[in-house]
């Protein structure tokens, strides 16, 4: 493992003045700010180092779990620990050179070595969106000059499925679960759920926006990075349903895209053709999904005269209110194939294929 070297330039009369420094692995170094006796290195002024601790314990947790690093001594630390449970936070990004930064890291709960585009001698992602939104995609660099996929169809082909980094246009990286199998493979997961999964779905609209769950099990990607990625190219959609018996069926629209937030993440779909029938835009003429804005707990947007989200216990384009229903604990459902005991869900786009 890399030695961490800490130096403390000067006592700070006040988490304002003086600076501690740390190695070139800390984000947010640069050569404006390195210490002149130690090149390449960054510092981290006290300001900063609260802040880390004030973004709370699962932050700890995350980038303890990417450089594997054990948490338990760590279970009930008390105010007294903070400053040595936060030097162990470093301590632990220490372990790789950090050159990335993840947008939704939140969603990644494992090791590097789970990233399939990533190779040993690639830095380790543990960067977070708190940081990262609003930052420009060109302050990182793809490692060994090569380009992030902006999504799945990317990938090259005959890559096994599982979680890569793509980076859509105008964003740092999104790690995703990518479908290398279904159909050809490159498809972009949107969205898996199953009837048993952990998620109780019924989220905030700021939480549905940056998406949450697990990336190897159920999880939202999130209906901005949706949207950020469904503007790159004309895409074509893939709901894949596993009915009450747990046959697998698919309902395909050959167009798939998200209108931005200002307009609410309305959906707009194309023409239908699978095997579960269309309940996205006729399945039930006052019913429609197609053409609906997104809707949460916190904030309504549907066509009925109450909140179809709160209602039901989960974001999605409602109408008045539903004949899908995918991401919600327990009661999945498809139009007239599963009304509420549909095994499990998943959402996949790609490019469309006359693009």
């Known amino acids: 493992p890399s030695r961490v070297r800490a130096g403390r330039r000067a006592t700070p009369a006040s988490p304002q003045e003086g600076s501690f420094s740390f190695g070139q692995w800390l984000p947010g170094g640069s050569q404006e700010e390195s210490d002149p006796v130690k090149p390449g290195w960054g510092s981290l002024s006290p300001a900063d180092a609260h802040r880390i601790w004030d973004r709370s314990r ?14 338990a001594p760590f279970a009930a630390v008390n105010l007294a620990a903070q400053h040595l449970l936060l030097l162990t936070c470093l301590l632990a990004l220490s372990a790789t050179v ?45 490692p060994a000059g090569r380009a992030w996929p902006k999504d799945c169809s990317e ?7 599982g979680i890569y980094l793509i980076q859509p246009t105008g964003l740092h990286q999104l790690v995703v679960y990518c479908d290398m199998n279904e159909t050809s493979g490159g498809w972009t997961v949107l969205q898996r759920n199953r009837r048993d999964t952990q998620i109780t779905w019924a989220e905030s609209w700021s939480t549905y926006k940056y998406g949450f769950g697990n990336v190897h099990d159920d999880y939202w990607l999130g209906t901005e990075y949706i949207y950020r990625i469904t503007k790159q190219k004309v895409y074509q959609v893939r709901f894949v349903i596993h ?24 959906l707009r779909l194309g023409s239908y053709t699978g095997t579960a029938g269309d309940a996205m835009t006729s399945n039930n003429p006052g019913i429609v999904h197609d053409n609906m804005k997104f809707s949460t707990k916190d904030l309504d947007q549907d066509t009925y005269s109450g909140n179809c989200a709160s209602s039901y216990s989960g974001g999605w384009w409602y109408s008045a209110c539903y004949s899908v229903r995918l991401n919600v604990k327990g009661s999945i459902t498809w139009g007239s194939i599963c009304s509420g005991n549909c095994q499990a869900s998943a959402i996949l786009i790609k490019p469309a294929s006359y693009c």
């Open 58 to 71: 699962w932050r700890f947790v995350e980038v303890a779990a990417l450089a594997k690093v054990d948490i």
């Open 98 to 142: 950090l050159a990335l930064d993840i947008e939704n890291l939140n969603i990644f709960n494992g090791t590097s070595d789970k990233i399939l585009n990533l190779s040993p001698a690639d830095p380790v992602p543990v960067h977070s969106a708190e940081h990262s939104r609003g930052k420009r995609a060109s302050d990182t660099r793809p």
């Open 155 to 161: 990938i090259p082909s005959g890559s096994p499925s």
């Open 243 to 266: 009915d009450s018996s747990g046959t697998m069926k698919y309902a395909d629209y050959n167009l798939f895209g998200l209108e931005d937030e200002s307009k609410g993440y309305r």
